[in-house]
């Protein structure tokens, strides 16, 4: 199975990356500026603070074995599009990934610790691990198909493709929503509003509900937030 690693690496990467709205062109000075940037980077810090140990006894508390040892990194490419995302490094340390379009783009310290508390549970639900087994079975079961067909090796390698895509995609959706629960329990017990911190979905594209779409409509992750929340201040 060691040749189907490239392509499920490739169908996680794009399976866990949350797509965020770009920063509309600045027109500030360059004081007015810095001091901005200075106010996301401070907030950023402040953030990760409270969120992260928050984060790690959440993880503790639900697992077994797995890295609790969250490791926060930030990509300085100022040209990328806003984004975040969670990965492990090679020896299963989680990694939670931000990017500076990422942190200058949210509007308060709500959303900035919702969407790393959706990072978090991303990890501590191990849905890296489920979609590269959902991708491994995927490959194999199109590549099978493809073969017993009496398709051509290059016909193969395409289904082995295509079927690495559909299988990381196949429980996207569920596992997006799923982040968003524990996401938002791990923003309340931060002491954020996870209500507040989710308004960012009104401001990117609704996804709807296309077919083999790797984000549930906004609608629907809105809907688990609020009812989250209402449980946990019942309690």
Same mark, same amino acid.
């Given at each position: ?35 901005? +940037? ?41 040209? !990328? ?5 969670? *990965? ?6 989680p990694i939670l990934a931000f990017n500076?379009?990422?942190?200058? &783009? ?6 900035? +610790? ?8 991303h990890h501590i639900l191990d849905h ?5 087994? &959902? ?11 493809? +073969?017993? &067909?009496?398709a051509e090796a290059e016909a193969v ?26 996401? *938002? ?9 996870? !209500? ?31 009812? *989250? ?7």
């Amino acid at each position: 199975m060691t040749r189907l690693l490239p392509l499920i690496a490739l169908a996680l990467l794009s399976a866990c990356a949350a797509p965020l709205p770009a920063p509309a062109p600045s027109t500030l000075g360059g004081s007015e500026a810095q001091q901005r +940037a200075n106010r996301a980077a401070r907030q950023f810090v402040q953030v990760v603070q409270t969120v992260e140990p928050v984060a790690e006894r959440e993880c503790r508390e639900r697992t077994r074995g797995l890295n609790c040892d969250f490791q926060i990194v930030i990509d300085d490419r100022a040209e !990328l599009a806003p984004n975040a995302f969670q *990965t492990v490094d090679r020896f299963g340390r989680p990694i939670l990934a931000f990017n500076i379009g990422m942190i200058n &783009s949210v509007r308060n310290a709500d959303e900035l +610790a919702f969407v790393m508390g959706h990072e978090a549970a991303h990890h501590i639900l191990d849905h890296l691990a489920k979609t590269k087994q &959902s991708a491994t079975i995927g490959a194999v079961v199109f590549a099978g198909i493809a +073969a017993i &067909s009496g398709a051509e090796a290059e016909a193969v390698r395409n289904a082995e493709q295509l079927g690495a895509a559909v299988g990381a995609r196949t429980y996207s959706k569920e596992f997006e929503l799923e982040a968003d629960q524990l996401g *938002t329990i791990i923003t309340y017990r931060a002491g954020f509003d996870p !209500l507040r911190g989710a308004e960012f979905f009104a401001r990117i594209p609704d996804p709807g509900n296309r077919f083999l779409g790797s984000h549930p409509p906004n609608a629907a992750r809105l809907k688990i937030v609020a009812e *989250t929340e209402k449980a946990l201040r019942q309690r």
